[in-house]
Protein backbone atom coordinates (compact mmCIF):
# COMPACT_ATOMS: atom_id res chain seq x y z
CA UNK A 1 0.00 0.00 0.00
CA UNK A 2 2.90 2.38 0.58
CA UNK A 3 4.92 1.77 -2.83
CA UNK A 4 2.65 3.70 -4.76
CA UNK A 5 2.94 6.47 -2.50
CA UNK A 6 6.63 6.39 -2.76
CA UNK A 7 6.66 6.87 -6.15
CA UNK A 8 4.81 9.94 -6.54
CA UNK A 9 6.96 11.70 -4.16
CA UNK A 10 9.75 10.11 -5.96
CA UNK A 11 8.40 11.85 -9.03
CA UNK A 12 7.71 14.83 -7.50
CA UNK A 13 10.69 15.49 -6.22
CA UNK A 14 12.80 15.21 -9.25
CA UNK A 15 10.27 17.12 -11.13
CA UNK A 16 11.00 19.81 -8.68
CA UNK A 17 14.64 19.29 -9.25
CA UNK A 18 14.14 19.25 -12.95
CA UNK A 19 12.54 22.33 -12.58
CA UNK A 20 15.44 24.03 -10.56
CA UNK A 21 17.84 23.41 -12.90
CA UNK A 22 15.89 24.69 -16.04
CA UNK A 23 15.31 28.10 -13.98
CA UNK A 24 19.20 28.32 -13.07
CA UNK A 25 20.65 27.29 -16.74
CA UNK A 26 17.59 29.99 -17.89
CA UNK A 27 18.73 32.49 -15.31
CA UNK A 28 22.58 32.06 -15.92
CA UNK A 29 22.10 32.26 -19.86
CA UNK A 30 20.62 36.05 -19.41
CA UNK A 31 22.76 39.00 -19.13
CA UNK A 32 22.53 39.90 -15.15
CA UNK A 33 22.49 43.53 -14.60
CA UNK A 34 24.71 45.78 -13.18
CA UNK A 35 24.20 46.96 -9.71
CA UNK A 36 23.42 50.93 -10.28
CA UNK A 37 26.16 53.13 -10.04
CA UNK A 38 26.86 54.74 -6.68
CA UNK A 39 26.31 58.46 -6.16
CA UNK A 40 28.77 58.98 -4.53
CA UNK A 41 31.88 57.27 -3.16
CA UNK A 42 35.00 59.19 -1.94
CA UNK A 43 38.56 57.36 -1.13
CA UNK A 44 39.38 56.37 2.69
CA UNK A 45 42.15 57.24 4.47
CA UNK A 46 42.86 60.72 2.78
CA UNK A 47 45.38 62.97 4.06
CA UNK A 48 47.75 65.63 3.31
CA UNK A 49 49.82 64.83 0.56
CA UNK A 50 52.83 66.31 1.12
CA UNK A 51 53.83 68.07 4.31
CA UNK A 52 55.91 71.11 3.97
CA UNK A 53 57.01 71.35 7.40
CA UNK A 54 59.31 67.88 6.84
CA UNK A 55 60.42 70.10 3.34
CA UNK A 56 58.25 67.90 1.16
CA UNK A 57 57.53 70.78 -1.24
CA UNK A 58 56.73 68.95 -4.24
CA UNK A 59 53.21 68.12 -4.19
CA UNK A 60 53.23 65.57 -6.89
CA UNK A 61 55.62 63.11 -5.07
CA UNK A 62 53.39 63.02 -2.46
CA UNK A 63 50.39 62.23 -4.71
CA UNK A 64 52.30 59.41 -6.35
CA UNK A 65 53.24 57.43 -2.86
CA UNK A 66 49.53 58.09 -1.58
CA UNK A 67 48.39 56.04 -5.04
CA UNK A 68 51.51 53.29 -4.17
CA UNK A 69 49.61 52.93 -0.97
CA UNK A 70 46.36 52.30 -2.65
CA UNK A 71 47.73 49.99 -4.86
CA UNK A 72 49.20 48.26 -1.99
CA UNK A 73 52.46 48.55 -3.28
CA UNK A 74 55.81 49.03 -1.07
CA UNK A 75 56.56 51.44 1.49
CA UNK A 76 59.86 52.40 -0.44
CA UNK A 77 58.10 54.15 -2.89
CA UNK A 78 57.37 57.09 -0.96
CA UNK A 79 57.68 60.67 -1.31
CA UNK A 80 61.46 61.07 -1.37
CA UNK A 81 61.49 57.86 -3.67
CA UNK A 82 59.61 59.81 -6.25
CA UNK A 83 61.55 63.34 -5.38
CA UNK A 84 64.56 61.62 -6.18
CA UNK A 85 63.48 59.73 -9.44
CA UNK A 86 61.69 62.42 -11.43
CA UNK A 87 64.67 64.76 -10.56
CA UNK A 88 62.74 67.17 -8.55
CA UNK A 89 65.01 66.68 -5.40
CA UNK A 90 68.45 67.53 -7.53
CA UNK A 91 67.60 70.07 -10.21
CA UNK A 92 67.22 74.33 -9.98
CA UNK A 93 65.04 75.30 -12.21
CA UNK A 94 64.31 79.01 -13.81
CA UNK A 95 62.19 80.98 -15.94
CA UNK A 96 61.65 84.11 -17.41
CA UNK A 97 58.29 84.20 -18.07
CA UNK A 98 56.60 85.65 -15.20
CA UNK A 99 53.25 84.47 -16.03
CA UNK A 100 54.34 80.75 -15.10
CA UNK A 101 53.99 79.18 -11.48
CA UNK A 102 57.37 77.31 -11.37
CA UNK A 103 57.17 74.40 -8.60
CA UNK A 104 59.06 71.83 -9.45
CA UNK A 105 60.76 70.29 -12.57
CA UNK A 106 57.84 68.05 -12.71
CA UNK A 107 55.88 70.53 -12.44
CA UNK A 108 56.99 73.28 -14.81
CA UNK A 109 58.04 70.31 -17.31
CA UNK A 110 55.80 67.34 -17.75
CA UNK A 111 55.95 65.28 -20.33
CA UNK A 112 54.82 61.53 -20.72
CA UNK A 113 58.73 61.08 -20.41
CA UNK A 114 58.21 62.29 -16.94
CA UNK A 115 55.22 59.87 -16.73
CA UNK A 116 57.21 57.53 -17.81
CA UNK A 117 59.70 57.94 -15.17
CA UNK A 118 57.88 57.28 -12.18
CA UNK A 119 56.14 54.43 -13.34
CA UNK A 120 59.03 52.22 -15.25
CA UNK A 121 60.56 52.58 -11.37
CA UNK A 122 57.94 51.24 -9.72
CA UNK A 123 56.69 48.64 -12.74
CA UNK A 124 53.47 49.89 -13.92
CA UNK A 125 52.51 50.91 -17.44
CA UNK A 126 50.34 54.16 -17.72
CA UNK A 127 48.39 56.38 -20.17
CA UNK A 128 47.49 60.25 -20.68
CA UNK A 129 44.96 61.17 -21.53
CA UNK A 130 44.91 64.95 -22.96
CA UNK A 131 42.54 67.85 -21.88
CA UNK A 132 41.48 67.64 -25.87
CA UNK A 133 40.63 64.12 -25.31
CA UNK A 134 38.95 64.00 -22.32
CA UNK A 135 36.71 66.87 -23.47
CA UNK A 136 35.87 65.43 -26.98
CA UNK A 137 34.58 61.89 -25.06
CA UNK A 138 33.53 63.29 -21.62
CA UNK A 139 31.15 60.79 -20.62
CA UNK A 140 33.52 58.00 -21.86
CA UNK A 141 36.41 59.35 -19.81
CA UNK A 142 34.63 60.54 -17.00
CA UNK A 143 32.89 56.39 -16.67
CA UNK A 144 36.48 56.04 -16.50
CA UNK A 145 37.41 57.95 -13.81
CA UNK A 146 34.79 56.05 -11.79
CA UNK A 147 35.89 53.18 -12.28
CA UNK A 148 39.15 53.61 -11.00
CA UNK A 149 37.42 55.04 -7.68
CA UNK A 150 35.03 52.72 -7.32
CA UNK A 151 38.67 50.41 -7.11
CA UNK A 152 39.59 52.53 -4.87
CA UNK A 153 42.73 53.87 -7.40
CA UNK A 154 43.24 57.43 -7.25
CA UNK A 155 44.13 59.51 -10.40
CA UNK A 156 47.11 62.00 -10.76
CA UNK A 157 45.32 64.76 -12.83
CA UNK A 158 47.44 68.04 -14.17
CA UNK A 159 45.88 71.45 -13.94
CA UNK A 160 46.23 72.93 -17.59
CA UNK A 161 46.77 76.29 -16.94
CA UNK A 162 45.61 78.87 -19.51
CA UNK A 163 48.19 81.53 -19.84
CA UNK A 164 47.50 85.05 -18.62
CA UNK A 165 48.84 88.63 -18.61
CA UNK A 166 50.59 89.78 -15.66
CA UNK A 167 47.74 91.74 -14.79
CA UNK A 168 46.00 88.57 -13.50
CA UNK A 169 48.57 87.78 -10.42
CA UNK A 170 46.81 85.32 -8.93
CA UNK A 171 45.80 82.97 -11.80
CA UNK A 172 45.27 78.84 -11.26
CA UNK A 173 48.99 77.10 -10.95
CA UNK A 174 49.31 75.01 -13.59
CA UNK A 175 49.89 72.16 -10.82
CA UNK A 176 49.38 68.44 -10.20
CA UNK A 177 45.82 67.62 -8.58
CA UNK A 178 44.34 63.78 -7.56
CA UNK A 179 41.09 62.43 -7.98
CA UNK A 180 40.28 60.78 -5.07
CA UNK A 181 36.27 60.70 -5.54
CA UNK A 182 32.65 61.98 -7.39
CA UNK A 183 29.71 62.62 -6.76
CA UNK A 184 26.27 62.81 -8.03
CA UNK A 185 26.38 60.14 -9.63
CA UNK A 186 29.90 61.33 -11.44
CA UNK A 187 28.53 64.98 -11.96
CA UNK A 188 30.88 66.39 -9.69
CA UNK A 189 34.85 65.47 -9.80
CA UNK A 190 36.59 65.51 -5.92
CA UNK A 191 40.35 66.63 -6.32
CA UNK A 192 43.06 66.80 -3.49
CA UNK A 193 45.13 69.66 -4.25
CA UNK A 194 47.61 71.40 -2.11
CA UNK A 195 45.38 73.19 0.18
CA UNK A 196 44.18 70.03 1.26
CA UNK A 197 44.10 69.67 4.71
CA UNK A 198 42.26 65.98 5.62
CA UNK A 199 38.96 67.65 6.18
CA UNK A 200 36.35 66.89 3.21
CA UNK A 201 35.98 70.44 3.21
CA UNK A 202 38.94 71.16 1.60
CA UNK A 203 38.62 69.07 -1.63
CA UNK A 204 38.18 71.07 -4.97
CA UNK A 205 35.04 70.40 -6.42
CA UNK A 206 35.44 69.95 -10.40
CA UNK A 207 31.70 69.95 -12.44
CA UNK A 208 31.73 66.86 -14.88
CA UNK A 209 29.19 68.52 -17.34
CA UNK A 210 31.53 70.94 -18.51
CA UNK A 211 34.72 71.95 -19.90
CA UNK A 212 37.51 70.19 -17.98
CA UNK A 213 41.02 72.09 -17.70
CA UNK A 214 42.88 68.82 -16.85
CA UNK A 215 45.02 65.65 -18.22
CA UNK A 216 44.59 63.00 -16.31
CA UNK A 217 47.47 59.95 -16.29
CA UNK A 218 46.13 56.63 -15.72
CA UNK A 219 48.05 53.92 -13.68
CA UNK A 220 48.00 50.96 -16.34
CA UNK A 221 48.87 46.99 -16.21
CA UNK A 222 51.43 45.84 -13.52
CA UNK A 223 54.81 44.58 -14.44
CA UNK A 224 57.86 43.65 -13.25
CA UNK A 225 59.22 46.22 -10.94
CA UNK A 226 63.45 46.88 -11.57
CA UNK A 227 65.42 46.30 -8.23
CA UNK A 228 64.89 48.88 -5.66
CA UNK A 229 69.08 49.53 -5.87
CA UNK A 230 68.88 50.26 -9.93
CA UNK A 231 66.34 52.52 -9.99
CA UNK A 232 68.51 54.87 -7.10
CA UNK A 233 71.72 54.00 -9.09
CA UNK A 234 70.03 55.39 -12.51
CA UNK A 235 68.81 58.34 -10.79
CA UNK A 236 72.21 59.23 -9.21
CA UNK A 237 73.78 58.46 -12.31
CA UNK A 238 71.24 61.21 -13.94
CA UNK A 239 71.89 64.16 -12.02
CA UNK A 240 75.04 65.71 -14.44
CA UNK A 241 72.27 65.50 -17.35
CA UNK A 242 69.78 67.05 -14.85
CA UNK A 243 72.17 69.92 -14.19
CA UNK A 244 73.49 69.95 -17.62
CA UNK A 245 69.99 69.94 -19.54
CA UNK A 246 70.00 72.45 -22.10
CA UNK A 247 67.81 75.65 -22.13
CA UNK A 248 64.10 74.90 -23.87
CA UNK A 249 62.56 78.31 -24.65
CA UNK A 250 62.13 80.64 -21.48
CA UNK A 251 62.95 77.66 -18.98
CA UNK A 252 66.68 76.99 -17.74
CA UNK A 253 67.87 73.70 -15.95
CA UNK A 254 70.68 72.97 -13.16
CA UNK A 255 73.88 75.02 -13.07
CA UNK A 256 72.39 77.52 -15.97
CA UNK A 257 69.22 77.85 -14.09
CA UNK A 258 71.09 79.87 -11.83
CA UNK A 259 73.15 81.70 -14.07
CA UNK A 260 69.93 82.93 -15.76
CA UNK A 261 68.00 83.35 -12.24
CA UNK A 262 71.10 85.62 -11.92
CA UNK A 263 71.27 87.81 -14.72
CA UNK A 264 67.48 87.92 -14.96
CA UNK A 265 67.42 89.46 -11.39
CA UNK A 266 69.78 92.15 -13.09
CA UNK A 267 68.10 92.83 -16.15
CA UNK A 268 64.85 93.67 -15.30
CA UNK A 269 63.96 96.35 -13.55
CA UNK A 270 59.67 96.14 -12.71
CA UNK A 271 59.86 99.97 -13.51
CA UNK A 272 56.20 99.64 -14.85
CA UNK A 273 54.79 97.13 -12.34
CA UNK A 274 52.52 97.88 -9.41
CA UNK A 275 52.94 96.27 -6.14
CA UNK A 276 50.43 94.50 -6.71
CA UNK A 277 51.70 92.97 -10.20
CA UNK A 278 54.61 91.97 -7.85
CA UNK A 279 54.45 88.57 -7.13
CA UNK A 280 57.23 88.39 -5.18
CA UNK A 281 56.40 84.04 -4.73
CA UNK A 282 56.08 83.97 -8.78
CA UNK A 283 59.40 86.46 -9.92
CA UNK A 284 61.91 85.10 -6.86
CA UNK A 285 61.05 83.25 -3.66
CA UNK A 286 59.92 80.10 -5.35
CA UNK A 287 63.74 79.99 -6.67
CA UNK A 288 64.47 80.31 -3.20
CA UNK A 289 62.44 77.60 -1.71
CA UNK A 290 63.98 75.11 -4.71
CA UNK A 291 67.54 76.04 -3.73
CA UNK A 292 66.52 75.32 0.01
CA UNK A 293 64.38 72.52 -0.38
CA UNK A 294 67.27 70.77 -2.50
CA UNK A 295 69.93 71.56 -0.25
CA UNK A 296 68.25 70.69 2.80
CA UNK A 297 66.04 67.59 1.97
CA UNK A 298 68.57 65.25 1.06
CA UNK A 299 66.63 61.80 1.86
CA UNK A 300 67.23 60.47 -1.57
CA UNK A 301 71.11 60.59 -1.74
CA UNK A 302 71.29 59.90 1.67
CA UNK A 303 69.29 56.17 0.84
CA UNK A 304 71.62 55.99 -2.18
CA UNK A 305 74.64 55.60 -0.84
CA UNK A 306 73.41 52.83 1.21
CA UNK A 307 72.16 50.96 -1.48
CA UNK A 308 74.55 51.92 -3.79
CA UNK A 309 78.36 51.09 -2.62
CA UNK A 310 79.36 50.43 -5.84
CA UNK A 311 79.17 54.53 -6.45
CA UNK A 312 81.31 55.91 -2.60
CA UNK A 313 81.20 59.61 -4.36
CA UNK A 314 77.73 60.02 -3.96
CA UNK A 315 79.09 61.11 -0.06
CA UNK A 316 80.48 63.76 -2.01
CA UNK A 317 77.78 64.78 -4.06
CA UNK A 318 75.68 64.85 -1.09
CA UNK A 319 77.79 67.14 0.32
CA UNK A 320 78.14 69.66 -2.24
CA UNK A 321 74.25 69.78 -2.03
CA UNK A 322 74.05 70.26 1.86
CA UNK A 323 76.54 73.01 1.18
CA UNK A 324 73.57 74.93 -1.01
CA UNK A 325 71.47 74.30 2.00
CA UNK A 326 74.01 75.99 4.36
CA UNK A 327 74.58 78.49 1.97
CA UNK A 328 70.94 79.18 2.18
CA UNK A 329 70.06 79.10 5.56
CA UNK A 330 73.23 80.79 7.07
CA UNK A 331 74.42 83.70 4.53
CA UNK A 332 71.85 84.35 2.25
CA UNK A 333 69.33 85.99 4.18
CA UNK A 334 72.12 88.93 4.80
CA UNK A 335 71.82 89.66 0.86
CA UNK A 336 68.25 90.71 1.54
CA UNK A 337 67.82 87.88 -1.32
CA UNK A 338 66.29 85.16 0.47
CA UNK A 339 62.73 84.86 1.85
CA UNK A 340 63.22 88.17 2.66
CA UNK A 341 63.03 90.15 -0.33
CA UNK A 342 60.92 93.04 -1.34
CA UNK A 343 59.43 94.71 -3.86
CA UNK A 344 61.60 97.99 -3.38
CA UNK A 345 64.55 95.82 -3.67
CA UNK A 346 63.81 93.88 -6.77
CA UNK A 347 63.38 97.47 -8.47
CA UNK A 348 66.78 98.80 -6.98
CA UNK A 349 69.37 96.98 -9.45
CA UNK A 350 72.59 98.01 -6.75
CA UNK A 351 70.63 96.18 -4.27
CA UNK A 352 69.99 93.30 -6.41
CA UNK A 353 74.12 93.02 -7.30
CA UNK A 354 75.01 91.09 -4.08
CA UNK A 355 72.23 88.89 -4.61
CA UNK A 356 73.08 87.88 -8.09
CA UNK A 357 76.55 87.55 -7.15
CA UNK A 358 75.57 85.17 -4.32
CA UNK A 359 73.51 83.17 -6.89
CA UNK A 360 76.89 82.41 -8.41
CA UNK A 361 78.14 80.02 -5.26
CA UNK A 362 75.04 77.69 -6.03
CA UNK A 363 76.64 77.54 -9.36
CA UNK A 364 80.01 76.65 -8.27
CA UNK A 365 78.04 74.10 -6.08
CA UNK A 366 77.07 72.33 -9.60
CA UNK A 367 80.67 72.79 -11.46
CA UNK A 368 81.87 70.98 -8.25
CA UNK A 369 79.33 68.15 -8.43
CA UNK A 370 80.26 67.87 -12.33
CA UNK A 371 83.46 67.43 -11.82
CA UNK A 372 83.28 64.66 -9.34
CA UNK A 373 81.48 62.99 -11.80
CA UNK A 374 83.63 63.31 -14.15
CA UNK A 375 86.61 62.54 -11.90
CA UNK A 376 84.73 58.97 -11.19
CA UNK A 377 83.69 58.12 -15.09
CA UNK A 378 80.77 59.82 -15.61
CA UNK A 379 80.73 62.42 -17.80
CA UNK A 380 77.45 64.13 -18.13
CA UNK A 381 76.79 63.65 -22.10
CA UNK A 382 76.97 59.37 -21.49
CA UNK A 383 74.23 59.13 -19.04
CA UNK A 384 70.50 58.75 -20.21
CA UNK A 385 67.94 60.68 -18.83
Known amino acids: MRQPTNISIAIAIRLLCVGIVLLVSLTCGQAQPEPPPQSRVLLPNLRPMAVNELGQNYLVNGLLEFQMACLGESKDYDYWFFAGVSGDAHTQIFTTDTTKGNNSLSQIDFSPEVAKTWYDAVGYDFSIVTEEQFNADRPRYVGELMKFIDRGIPVIAKHAAHKQGREMCNFVEDEFWLLVGYEDGGKQ ?170 IGRYTACCDRILEIYRKNGYAPEAQPR
Open 189 to 358: LLFVTDNFRGAEKDLLKVPANQHVNYQFIFPGTKKKAPVLADVYRQAVLNIPVLLTRPRKGDLYYGREAFDAWAKHLLAEDYADWTDEQMDLWRLHSTYVCIIATNGSCRAFLERAEKLCPDLPFIAEVDKEYAEMGRLWSQEMNATGGSFNITTATLRNKEAKRPIAEF
